[in-house]
Every structure is written in structure tokens, then in C-alpha cells.
């Protein structure tokens, strides 16, 4: 049984193009998390939600928007598609939040915009 | 200067040899976070400190709140344990590292 899923495992799309990934967990975490790694390997948090609330929103264009419908799912819809969007995005669960928890990632989403 | 900084950036050393991977922090923090980085890409949790030492097989994670200071320790390296190890601090906000590449050779 996976216990952090993403789909899809790889997204080619063309600029200006709307698209979504998807995250689920059957862990029973209450916490859950979206990342960004950019084309130099560099990790950074996007989002985090508890029991389907927003509790962490770092510098992300409004392009990005979370969306929780349980705590088991956490998707990530992103309009109007860059270049600059490029790059394998991570999501994560972990029972509490980052500051007192492990997280257990997804595989990743390789999204390729062109 | 970057709020998290790993050294080295890159190691290469023999199985068998004793390594250790450094993380410095300038800030406060609330808790660090070692993860690795396999070469396929997947992102695995090692450690969540908060304060002290902790040990899982071979791998130690230590922590030193008052020097800001983080180590993670890998004995008896083995050729399955190259891969890229991340830090990753939290206070107001959750900062990574770059990361550290190793390669374990045989």
C-alpha cells in the first residue's frame, strides 16, 4: 500500500494551460504539505494544511491554490501555467504539523512546461 | 548569507568510512529535519530533532540549540547510502538546505 500518492507522476503541458495534481494519504495524518524543488535541486515549502486548514502559505503566486477536500487529500490546482513552473513538486503527510513530526513524501510530480 | 547552510556540498569517500554531514542555522528554530534523496528522486525522512541525539540503525542526528549547529553521522557507509541529504529548519517559517551529495564508493 503507497502511503503518499501523487498523481500525476509526470505532466507535460503548454504555457498559459491550467492543471492540477493530485495528492492523497492513507496514513490518518492530520497534516499536509505541498513542495517545490526547482531545476537546481532546491526544496521549498509551498503550502501545509491541518484537517483541511491553510496554516502555512509561503510567498506563492495566487496562480497556486490548495485545495483539502478531507485530510486525506490535499490537490494542488495552478492556473495560467509558466515556464518558470517547471519543476517536481512534492507532497507530504505527517500526523502533527512540521515542528514536532516526520513527513512521509510522495514520489513527485515532474511538471514540464513548454 | 542563506539562513541554512550544509557542508560539505559534495563527498565522495570508501565504503566503510565514518561520515558526517554538517547544517548550520542562523536563526532560532523550532525543530530541524534531516531528509534523504535518493538518486531516482525520492525524498525520505530521516530525523525530526528538536533537541539532543538521535539514532536509527547506522545513521546519528545531533543537534546543538545553542550553536546553531546540526550533524548528521553515517558509520560503516555503505554504497546504498549515496544520495543527496537535505536539512530543513522551522521557526516562523521552513527553510532547506541545498543539500550535500554523497557517494559512497565500493
Known amino acids: 500500500d503507497t502511503a503518499v500518492s501523487q498523481t500525476p507522476k509526470y505532466l507535460v503541458t503548454q504555457m498559459g494551460n491550467d492543471k492540477s495534481i493530485k495528492c492523497e494519504q492513507n496514513l490518518g495524518h492530520d497534516t499536509m504539505y505541498w513542495y517545490k524543488q526547482d531545476s537546481k535541486k532546491f526544496l521549498k515549502i509551498m503550502f501545509s494544511?491541518?484537517?483541511?486548514?491553510?496554516?502555512i502559505n509561503e510567498t506563492v503566486p495566487n496562480r497556486f491554490s490548495p485545495k483539502s477536500p478531507d485530510k486525506a487529500h490535499l490537490n494542488l490546482h495552478i492556473n495560467s501555467l509558466e515556464l518558470g513552473d517547471s519543476a517536481v513538486y512534492f507532497c507530504?503527510?505527517?500526523?502533527?504539523?512540521?515542528?514536532?513530526?516526520?513527513?512521509?513524501f510522495g514520489p513527485g510530480t515532474r511538471l514540464t512546461v513548454l | 548569507k542563506n539562513e541554512v547552510e550544509q557542508s560539505p556540498q559534495n563527498l565522495t569517500a570508501q565504503e566503510g568510512e565514518f561520515i558526517t554531514i554538517n547544517c548550520s542555522y542562523s536563526?532560532?528554530?523550532?525543530?530541524l529535519h534531516w531528509l534523504q534523496q535518493h538518486p531516482g528522486g525520492g525524498i525520505v525522512s530521516l530525523f525530526m530533532?528538536?533537541?539532543g541525539k538521535k539514532k536509527h540503525g547506522r545513521l546519528i542526528a545531533t543537534i546543538n540549540i545553542q550553536e546553531k549547529h546540526s550533524s548528521l553521522h553515517i558509520t560503516a557507509s555503505h554504497p546504498r547510502d549515496s544520495a543527496v541529504y537535505i536539512c530543513a529548519v522551522g521557526y516562523d517559517k521552513i527553510i532547506f538546505g541545498k543539500g550535500t551529495r554523497l557517494h559512497i564508493l565500493p
Open positions: 536563526v532560532g528554530i523550532s525543530a
Open positions: 530533532l528538536s533537541s
Open positions: 494544511y491541518n484537517n483541511k486548514e491553510l496554516i
Open positions: 507530504a503527510s505527517s500526523q502533527d504539523g512540521f515542528y514536532t513530526d516526520t513527513q512521509y
